[in-house]
T-cell receptor, first 113, second 114 residues
Framework: DAKTTQPTSMDCAEGRAANLPCNHS???????VYWYRQIHSQGPQYIIH???NNETNEMASLIITEDRKSSTLILPHATLRDTAVYYC??????????????FGGGTRVLVKP | EPEVTQTPSHQVTQMGQEVILRCVPI?????FYWYRQILGQKVEFLVS????????KSEIFDDQFSVERPDGSNFTLKIRSTKLEDSAMYFC????????????FGPGTRLTVL
């Protein structure tokens, strides 16, 4: 699986957009970008994933650069409840039972009032 | 909304004792996972399980660990003889067939080995 690089931490103002970058310069053509988050001591929570097109759901938007070497997760209107560690994970989708997730250190996001 | 549940929320045990951590995955899911997170460290994969057998396991998952789906609803992780270093949060996750790795995690069991 491709390695990812994320900033260790970032602050965001409540109500503003939070833009979380992730570098994955060694990504392969068949690898997807997944984002999960972990609110303090809770289980990780799936946010969004994409292959090459930008994606949006009710939680966030995912912007993937054309060369796919980096991506940005956008939380459009951050709330205090979005304070969490955000993980960018890159892996191929294998139609088998494995598909383990390999978590790095993530970005610790603090949303401030 | 369906969710993964885990019991107990906190388990305290003496070193050398056996523990069983229980999980009830989401009902139509067929892929099951255990992860752990030592305090202040990364979430680590332990094992994945499908069709009543282990499909992948990490180096952490040695022969002190075992998993079972005894009754079609519960998914358990057993640690035969706990060590101090087994103290961690243990998360169960499940995934629906055909989905793109959207693993749904439970709230975790905090295991404290004394």
């Amino acid at each position: 699986d491709a390695k990812t690089t994320q900033p260790t931490s970032m602050d965001c103002a409540e109500g503003r957009a939070a833009n979380l970058p992730c570098n994955h310069s060694t990504i392969s053509g068949n690898e997807y970008v997944y984002w999960y988050r972990q609110i303090h001591s809770q289980g990780p929570q799936y946010i969004i994933h994409g292959l090459k097109n930008n994606e949006t759901n009710e939680m966030a938007s995912l912007i993937i650069t054309e060369d796919r070497k980096s991506s940005t997760l956008i939380l459009p209107h951050a709330t205090l409840r979005d304070t969490a560690v955000y993980y960018c994970i890159v892996r191929a989708l294998i139609k088998a039972a494995g598909n383990k997730l390999t978590f790095g250190g993530g970005t610790r996001v603090l949303v401030k009032p | 909304e369906p969710e993964v549940t885990q019991t107990p929320s906190h388990q305290v045990t003496q070193m050398g004792q056996e523990v069983i951590l229980r999980c009830v995955p989401i009902s139509n899911h067929l892929y099951f996972y255990w992860y752990r997170q030592i305090l202040g460290q990364k979430v680590e994969f332990l094992v994945s399980f499908y069709n009543n057998e282990i499909s992948e396991k990490s180096e952490i998952f040695d022969d002190q660990f075992s998993v079972e789906r005894p009754d079609g609803s519960n998914f358990t992780l057993k640690i035969r003889s706990t060590k101090l270093e087994d103290s961690a949060m243990y998360f169960c996750a499940s995934k629906a067939p055909g989905s793109y790795n959207e693993q749904f995690f439970g709230p975790g069991t905090r295991l404290t080995v004394l």
